[in-house]
């Protein structure tokens, strides 16, 4: 059987960074998460397809809407749950990475999505030996965050080609426009190498500040100037900006961070009709975005959420289903035949 | 006193001699030289230098000795061909009092293996703020020369600027950790097109070589000396060239991982290469060798960091910073310079003895292989290749970069006064 993902190696078995998914393995998932999307138009919104299994969320920073939608694509697969928060635990008393997930592990787990405020962290537990459990990164410091960046896609995929329409495809020829705190974003950079992997063009859009040193090396273009870049995409994302960034003098202030990088009607209307308007959250509004803009029918917040669940189950499907299991072959087709099954 | 002759060996690599040791000196040194029960070395096709002299050693004794103690430091400095190592001030306590200089000195004394010059703190606490008592740290038993603030930047240019001025009363130097603090807060590695990828927090070389241009003016100003701890860009190599061809008293030292390892080795996230200044590119790699080449850079300086095991065996950004490197330096400095062609064995006992034991004013050591001359000896065979092992390293600690790494060159023995430390590659 190939490597899944089959872009590097080292962290097959895992997902570590958007930067490890061939274009194949992408459209694989985003063809899957469809299937699961499907699922969650039915009464029932579950399958059988992790029974047995067991995954911890192992969140060493604050997320909620992360972890909530692995928990709920996890439930759905019927897979056993354990949510463990840093906080509290003896992790706080000076517990290692290491002491922690070989904890776990002896429990019998056979899966850890772990968000980690340093980065790296997730590619250090899938490739130090520490444990043999299937590692999936649900956002390392400002590294990556590569189940963001699918859903992402995946919403892209649905709004610019339409979900049947989609299938099989990817993204080429799509131009994207990505907006804000890139230095400090790991959405940025996972998607900047998904994106690229699928085929699209990707322009940044940031004040230099917050663009990182060496940018000009990597797949895309990079503008400072929003309003020339905006008649020319197909979809642009606009990322949180925090507040705190002022006081170390990345920007001046607020508002005239918003007056040259902030998305507001007058704005949207320079893009063209088909386009979409994409925030990861949480929204900072009034800073990167207008409320007007955040609640018009062009942006996709909520939309990414509910397609966060579906991307989160195609990627523990992927990487659980198909291992160890008698009938190892059929992963790129299971997820459609199961939900049939389920249908009967 | 016992007697040893050192039979066939090439002296700095040239031609093959005979050196007779009796007690503490160097007896003769010629072909041909009578053994006359003296015990007998025979080390045709080795090479045999002056012993190594390191200017930056962190021993960890007093406050870590977890993770190395003076006796186990002096050993691993041993093995590696030193005979004299200068030791860091920022153990706990500090060694910023003229009584922690005199007990790592007392206490280098007693391990017998290698000399130890205690390095003073520039400033109280190294804090940067106020001047520790450098006279009384010079006039104690210590006797100390060389002062640093290493692990942290005297960033203040006003006590930079006094520190400097003070210690030419008893002709000491400043060792200047150069790191400006603002712009590598949250450093974890090299800023450029690696960092940015990886998500790692940026240390600029900007942040170095701003500090070195003010540090080579300020002694320029006050006619002090200022030497550059392990310097680690090309821009600071082109600093430190232009500030030496207008006559200035400067002096820089590089560390032999910064002559062969880059930040494409981050992309593992092994905390084994975490260190401070951190690894840099290729053509800095380059740009390194070249200058200590040229004598741009004095001297090769380890900057042996140990630290304990579960200090490195976790995430990136929990890791400490720092490598062992006593017992792997001359390998290095074969691998990179020797064997490369950019220096010869005579330049490597001048960049690993002669420079580091001048800038240090250290007497006895770094001194030509001669008759009459204290017997500080290593003998090292060149022709051995083999991967490196830390489970044989003689540190307590066992953060090194080169794990399995094959590195050219052994050395086979080290005469401390003409006491063997190390015989037939064992340390006695």
Sequence with gaps: ?344 | MSKTLIRGAKVLGGEALDVLVDGETVAAVGAGLDADGARVVEAEGQILLPGLVDLHTHLREPGREDSETVLTGTRAAASGGYTAVHAMANTFPVADTAGVVEQVWRLGRESGYCDVQPVGAVTVGLEGKQLAELGAMHDSAASVRVFSDDGKCVDDAVIMRRALEYVKAFDGVIAQHAQEPRLTEGAQMNEGTVSAELGLGGWPAVAEESIIARDVLLAAHVGSRVHICHLSTAGSVEIVRWAKSKGWNVTAEVTPHHLLLTDELVRSYDPVYKVNPPLRTEADVTALREALADGTIDCVATDHAPHPHEDKDCEWGAAAMGMVGLETALSVVQHTMVETGLLDWAGVADRMSFRPAAIGRLAGHGRPVSAGEPANLVLVDPSYRGAVDSARFASRSRNTPYQGRELPGRVTHTFLRGRATVMDGELV
């Design chain 1, 1 to 344: 059987m190939p490597l899944f993902p089959g872009g590097n190696p080292r962290t097959s078995g895992h997902l570590i960074s958007a930067a490890d998914l061939t274009r194949d393995d992408a459209v694989r998932i985003l063809d899957t998460a469809e299937e699961m999307a499907r699922l969650a138009d039915r009464p029932i919104k579950k399958l059988p397809a992790l029974r047995g299994r067991t995954i911890v969320n192992l969140f060493f920073e604050d997320s909620t809407r992360t972890r909530i939608s692995f928990e709920a694509a996890e439930k759905r697969l019927s897979a056993d749950v354990i949510n463990f928060a840093a906080k509290g635990s003896s992790v706080s008393k000076g517990e290692s990475l290491k002491d922690t997930a070989q904890t776990l592990e002896a429990m019998g787990v056979d899966a850890v999505v772990i968000r980690h405020g340093a980065s790296g962290a997730p590619y250090r537990l899938a490739t130090s030996g520490w444990i043999d459990a299937a590692v999936v990164n649900a956002g390392d410091g400002t590294h990556q965050h590569p189940t963001q960046a699918l859903l992402d896609a995946f919403t892209m995929r649905r709004r610019l080609i339409g979900p049947d329409a989609g299938l099989g495809r990817d993204l080429a020829g799509r131009r994207v426009t990505i907006v804000g705190d890139i230095l400090h974003s790991r959405v940025a950079r996972s998607n900047v190498d998904l994106l690229n992997t699928l085929g699209a063009q990707v322009t940044l859009v940031a004040p230099p500040t917050l663009l990182p040193v060496g940018v000009e090396g990597w797949p895309c273009e990079v503008s400072y100037d929003l309003d020339a870049v905006l008649p020319k995409s197909d979809a642009v994302m606009m990322l949180r900006v925090q507040r705190e960034r002022m006081n170390a003098a990345f920007f001046p202030t607020e508002r005239e961070y918003s007056r040259r990088y902030g998305l507001d009607t007058q704005r949207m209307d320079r893009m063209p009709e088909h386009a979409v308007v994409m925030h990861p959250g949480p929204m900072v509004r009034g800073m990167e975005i207008t409320a007007e803009v955040a609640d018009s029918g062009r942006c996709t917040v909520t939309e990414q959420v509910a397609n966060g669940v579906s991307i989160r189950m195609a990627v523990l499907y992927l990487l659980l289903g198909g291992s160890d299991h008698a009938n190892a072959n059929n992963t790129a087709n299971a997820a459609g035949t199961t939900a049939r099954t389920e249908e009967k």
